[in-house]
């Protein structure tokens, strides 16, 4: 029987080692991916005749402007309630606003 438990270890160690290596390969694939701007669902965009459009390149989206009012507004909460005073709140502010 020595043999059968032995067997049994070395398959489970294997296919852990598989295990690790395929999650290993994925986090790296996914941050190769990540840093490259590569997305998975990435499609090229063709016109009603079925060829590829390149005539225009396509408009990039427009840039998300940070949310500066509710944090603001959530800062002059906390102050009116007393948890943080006016120099942490201007300071804040401040450094929200880039002054």
Not at 56 to 80: F, N
Request: aromatic share 6%; hydrophobic share 35%.
């Amino acid at each position: 029987m020595p043999g059968l438990l032995a067997m049994r270890a070395a398959n489970r160690m294997s296919m852990r080692q598989s295990y690790r290596t395929a999650s290993r390969m994925q986090r790296r694939r996914s941050a190769m991916q990540q840093r490259m701007g590569v997305r998975q669902d990435f499609e090229p965009a063709y016109d009603d005749e079925g060829y590829e459009d390149q005539g225009q390149p396509a408009a990039a989206p427009a840039p998300q402007e940070p949310d500066y009012i509710a944090e603001l507004e959530r800062l002059a909460t906390l102050r009116d309630q007393g948890v943080i005073s006016t120099e942490e709140f201007d300071a804040k502010k401040k450094s929200l606003l880039g002054i």
